[in-house]
């Protein structure tokens, strides 16, 4: 068996070093697949509630219909739904941002109260990854679809 | 590959090809960002400020680009030994540093009016500050390696291990729940409508060619340096 050339020996030390380094990385992030998350979804919370008064954050979509205001004008209440269609409900008083409407994504900030429902001191909106014009907006499924399917680029 | 590693060769191609680069990148970027700025409607929902999509998302992408090309450069030098390969890796960190910082500068005045937010520790927004401080402590390192006569094989490691975070950023979004939403653009497909979608990519186009631009003109100036350097130590010696 002829020797390696140098080169090629530092070839194949590269590629297993680079292969541990990305198994490694892998493994780190599986290991903070719980940790890294930036909040619990509702079914989350529901599975695995945390302590009463602990300060956590809640995501999800906010529940079209179920945002209300009370009589003092500024305590919002709506409901959290997550991927599998279990809610929690949320009181918060303050000022949201401009984009929390009902039917898109929030953070909530808060705790869990003894009754089950999430008492925010602070929402985030959240937006999805769409970006589209005001003038599409009134368009109908079918069209909206349609142009969707048109403005989808396809790269092959 | 072999020719291009002759720094003679390199010079004559990298005289005409910078200027090149920089002149075609400047306009497109000005052009795309006069159309994504001035010309595109607003969107659905925010309005005015999805203009800020046309300088985020390309600074993004070339933040992450450079480090890529770091370690691409760095796995060349590592292996085949290419002398010009530790310069481009060298040459690629200070506008990947710089694309990176606008990136976060963007998203954060982005984050304020959408979000409500300035500043979140999600998993997208965490990573890519890692990857701002890995550009700190590479241009250090490389700096001092060229500096102190040490061999470009540290810097050329710590590019190569650093890149593991470069799928990290790309998948946060994807792993983790997070405030920052899924990516618009996946292969083959995008939730970016037609109409800001063109300008992005125009956008995006230029601001790459202004990448390389800078780093061949950069890679020239390294190359200057050395050369100059290595005229003085051999009149220094037959001065002795």
Redesign the interface.
Known sequence: MSALKP?HQ??IL?VL??VA??G??LLA?YA??NQ??????PEQMQADPPAVGQAVRL?GMVEQGSLTTDNDGVTLRFAVTGNDGSRIPVRFSGI??????EG??V?AEGRLGPDGTFVAD????????????????GMSEMQAAK?AE??????? | MHGFANPKRFQTLASWLTPLLLVAGLVLSAGALWWGLTQ????????ET?RI?FLHVPAAWLGMGGWTAIAISS?VY???RHPLAALAARAAAVPGLVFTLICLVTGSIWGR?????WW????RLTSMLVLAFLYAAYIALAQAAAREGVSARIPAIFG??GA?NI??IN??VV?????H????IT???????????APLLVAVVGFSLIFGGIVLARMRALLADIQAEARLRRRASEAV
């Open positions: 080169k530092r070839l590269v070093a680079l380094l990305v490694a990385g992030a903070l697949r890294a998350n930036y909040f619990y979804l995501g949201a941002p401009d984009l929390f409407v898109s994504g953070v602070n929402l985030l909106a959240k937006h999805d990854e769409n970006y589209v014009p005001k003038e599409l907006e142009m048109e403005t989808t680029v396809g790269i092959e | 595109v409607s607003p969107d659905r929902l925010m309005g999805v999509l796995l590592l292996v085949w009016p959408t979000w409500g937010t979140v520790w999600d998993g190569l291990v593991i799928p990290i998948r946060s792993w983790w729940n997070s405030l939403q899924p990516p618009s292969m083959g497909n995008s939730a970016i409508d037609g109409e800001y979608l």
